[in-house]
């Protein structure tokens, strides 16, 4: 990416929030704001959910669709800092992060995704 370019499906989700504006009541000049910001945030929820399933991925070593031990140790590179993280995550407690409950995790922590 080059200085100052944007992520393409950022530029697909401006591209897809402008269209929707054009597709307003054209007729009368107006734009509905409610489905305008309705569009707004459903769209940030899905590129925020989209940034978590891209972290998820590389998170996820073993390529099992769940955060195991192991990957929490490799990423964390200490047993002990692993298990606080499971016994952190690990909701139910079956002994793996499933991506929903890793999604719950950082959707509810103050870091930011992007």
Request: charged fraction near 25%; avoid cysteine.
């Given at each position: 990416?080059?200085?100052?370019?944007?992520?393409?499906?950022?530029?697909?989700?401006?591209?897809?929030?402008?269209?929707?504006?054009?597709?307003?009541?054209?007729?009368?000049?107006?734009?509905?704001?409610?489905?305008?910001?309705?569009?707004?945030?459903?769209?940030?929820?899905?590129?925020?959910?989209?940034?978590?399933?891209?972290?998820?991925?590389?998170?996820?070593?073993?390529k099992t669709n769940v955060l195991r031990l192991s990957d929490l140790i490799q990423l964390?590179?200490?047993?002990?800092?692993?298990?606080e993280v499971m016994g952190d995550i690990d909701l139910d407690r079956n002994g793996v992060?499933?991506?929903?409950?890793?999604?719950?995790?950082?959707?509810?922590?103050?870091?930011?995704?992007?």
């Amino acid at each position: 990416m080059f200085p100052g370019s944007l992520p393409v499906d950022v530029v697909e989700g401006v591209r897809e929030l402008r269209t929707q504006i054009l597709l307003a009541d054209i007729d009368n000049q107006t734009v509905n704001w409610k489905g305008f910001l309705n569009s707004v945030i459903e769209r940030n929820i899905s590129m925020r959910e989209a940034a978590v399933k891209e972290v998820f991925s590389v998170y996820d070593r073993s390529k099992t669709n769940v955060l195991r031990l192991s990957d929490l140790i490799q990423l964390l590179g200490s047993e002990k800092l692993a298990k606080e993280v499971m016994g952190d995550i690990d909701l139910d407690r079956n002994g793996v992060i499933s991506f929903d409950e890793f999604k719950t995790a950082v959707l509810n922590s103050s870091i930011p995704l992007a």
